[in-house]
């Protein structure tokens, strides 16, 4: 690979580092990258940077934000009551596009995996668990039709039933194996109005 530059090469490997991208998606995306104007490279490298040291996580729901609070949690407006359980912040965001559910969320970010080795202390349970204290109605656990979020859908509800508190779930219109975030907006609010006790 020493037929470009080395600048050239290091940009191609710095790219080829990142989820979904290949050797010719990096070369690719370097040469675009080249043949920016300089300003549009200083913009994306700010993003870049800024995205990075801003963005922290919510310190009641675990969502990524720029402040303390998250626009959902601080809202008046929302139903503080029903907690809606997602994998990650795609997930929140697929349902937050709806703009239909009214309650608040938790992101476990990932789901109880025995066969990659991730376990209920390596996702954000124990946080939801303290949430609990207080005043909730409902629990309604959206994590993914697939062996992970179902197994952590079980794991939920069996931790969470003592309480006393409803757990639902959402309801299998959404396709097993599939990312919530890939599935549309009529499917996600079907899928919520379609609930089930656990
Ligand atoms: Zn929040």
Same mark, same amino acid.
């Given at each position: ?72 949690? &601080? %809202? !008046?407006?929302?139903?503080? @009551? ?9 997930? +929140?965001? *697929?349902? $937050? ?73 959402? &309801? %299998? !219109?959404?396709?097993?194996? @599939? ?9 996600? +609010?079907? *899928?919520? $109005? ?5």
């Amino acid at each position: 690979m020493d037929y470009y530059s080395s600048k050239i090469t290091a940009l191609i490997e710095e790219f080829s580092r990142l989820p979904g991208i290949g050797a010719k998606s990096a070369q690719r995306l370097a040469f675009h990258v080249i043949n920016m104007p300089e300003e549009r490279v200083k913009g994306l490298a700010q993003a870049l940077v800024e995205a990075r040291s801003g963005v922290r996580y919510c310190k009641e729901c675990f969502t990524l934000t720029d402040e303390e609070l998250c626009p959902i949690c &601080a %809202s !008046g407006k929302r139903d503080h @009551g029903i907690i809606m359980v997602v994998e990650n912040t795609r997930d +929140l965001a *697929a349902y $937050e596009k709806t703009g239909r559910y009214e309650g608040v969320y938790h992101v476990l970010h990932g789901a109880i995996s025995p066969a990659l080795g991730i376990g209920p202390a390596d996702i954000r349970l124990k946080e939801l668990m303290m949430r609990l204290q207080g005043e909730v109605k409902e629990v309604i656990i959206a994590t993914n039709s697939s062996l992970e979020g179902e197994t952590t859908a079980m794991y939920l509800s069996k931790l969470i039933k003592p309480t006393g508190i409803r757990v639902t779930r959402i &309801a %299998s !219109g959404v396709p097993v194996g @599939g990312d919530l975030e890939y599935i549309d907006e009529v499917t996600l +609010l079907r *899928a919520l $109005e379609g609930r089930t006790e656990l």
